[in-house]
């Protein structure tokens, strides 16, 4: 059975209903799967995407913050949800596919300004969200699984736009790429992504701050697509719909595509 899923940071689920609505509409992904809603589940306009076709929901909200959503064309269980690094937050939730698949949709910590622990609580909180992400994975190794998500990391020096530039900087700094790869280790993940597109730069977020992020194209890969060996290689046609970045009043991430033929 193949399918697409799409993962989209979508900064307000409900300020932004109409372009999640457009991209079920233009690109008809079987899955979506969006992280950063802040809204609890029950004030989600979930009536509107189950009208395109996707009526089969698994969330966990917050009100105001974090949340996280799987939209699907495909029947889904509900597979739980952890709360990494004890801060009760909404930012993981699991579903399975009738076919057995189970997908995990993340929403890593950011971890503000500040790449120091002992200056900055948040920093501090992100590594270990991972830590306990890692730990997981190496107790329960997962099979027949994809994880998705705005990870907050861009690991690679062509994930980012200046490698030296941005290794002081919080998405991009070598303790935070160690821990991602840990964490992906233990796990033992295949990043699809870049599976399916190995070389050149290649970003799924552009800041707010830029008076013409397309011009300046200062962009970071923080978006994932992550797949157990067991069915990576069932995967393709990775790609990252940049134009998305610039639709009317938008998120400042890219939805993130996959296939994967199962």
Same mark, same amino acid.
């Given at each position: ?36 809603? &802040?809204? $609890?589940? =029950?004030?989600?306009?979930?009536? %509107? *995407? #189950?009208? !395109? +076709?996707?009526?089969?929901? /698994? @969330? ?12 699907? &064309?495909? $029947?889904? =269980?509900?597979?739980?949800?952890? %709360? *990494? #690094?004890? !801060? +009760?937050?909404?930012?993981? /939730? @699991? ?168």
């Amino acid at each position: 059975m193949p399918f697409t899923l799409a993962t989209w940071n979508i900064n307000s689920v409900r300020l932004r209903a109409d372009l999640v609505s457009r991209l079920l509409t233009e690109e008809a992904p079987d899955v979506l799967c969006l992280q950063e809603c &802040k809204s $609890p589940v =029950e004030k989600m306009p979930l009536e %509107d *995407f #189950a009208a !395109l +076709g996707y009526g089969h929901v /698994v @969330a966990r909200g917050q009100k105001g913050y974090n949340g996280v959503a799987i939209l699907s &064309k495909l $029947p889904l =269980e509900d597979a739980g949800d952890k %709360d *990494f #690094a004890g !801060l +009760g937050h909404a930012r993981h /939730v @699991a579903a399975r596919l009738e076919n057995g698949v189970v997908i995990h949709n993340f929403y890593i910590p950011a971890g503000g300004d500040v790449p120091d622990r002992e200056k900055n609580e948040k920093f501090g909180q992100k590594l270990d969200y991972l830590a306990e992400m890692r730990d997981w994975f190496n107790g329960d190794r997962p099979g027949k699984a994809i994880l998705v998500g705005d990870l907050n990391i861009a690991p690679r020096e062509d994930d980012v736009w200046n490698h030296k530039q941005l290794l002081k900087v919080v998405s991009h700094t070598p303790v935070e790429v160690d821990q991602l790869g840990q964490t992906q280790e233990a796990g033992g993940w295949v990043d699809v992504t870049r599976q399916d597109i190995p070389e050149g730069n290649l970003y799924s977020w552009w800041s707010y701050r830029s008076p013409d992020w397309d011009a300046a194209d200062k962009g970071r890969r923080l978006d994932h697509i992550w797949a157990t060996p067991d069915i990576s290689n069932s995967a393709h046609g990775s790609r990252i719909l940049r134009a998305v970045r610039g639709w009317d009043k938008p998120s400042d991430h890219a939805p993130v595509f996959a296939t994967f033929d199962l």
